[in-house]
Nanobody, 117 residues
């Protein structure tokens, strides 16, 4: 199994920025594609952004396009989600995981992001 540990969430005002991190117990580059997901209270978990580890190709949900950037730091084996121009509707628990899920990739605890005045 490859375990993911998310960190870097917090409380921020609308218009602010955060950069959650994702550390994996194994090499991120052993996974074809990685992703960030989020789950707001009372809602289903949704895909926010994904990245193909070999090519760096990225995709974003329409709701975050132009505001969020997914990236991987090779040397640190860590994935990031730079979140700018945050809105109250971005409030959720953010999780990292493989894009194509299976039993090798259990969910971590996530990191809470709260956007509020």
């Amino acid at each position: 199994q490859v375990r993911m540990v998310e960190s870097g969430g917090g409380l921020v005002q609308p218009g602010g920025s955060l950069r959650p991190s994702c550390a994996a117990s194994g090499s991120i580059f052993s996974i074809n594609a990685m992703a960030w997901y989020r789950q707001a209270p009372g809602k289903w978990r949704e895909l926010v952004a994904d990245i193909t580890t070999s090519s760096g190709r990225t995709n974003y949900a329409d709701s975050v396009k132009g505001r969020f950037t997914i990236s991987i730091d090779n040397a640190k084996n860590t994935m990031y989600l730079q979140m700018n121009s945050l809105k109250p509707e971005d409030t959720a628990v953010y999780y990292c995981n493989a894009l194509f899920l299976d039993t090798r990739f259990p969910w971590g605890l996530g990191t809470q992001v709260t956007v509020s005045k």
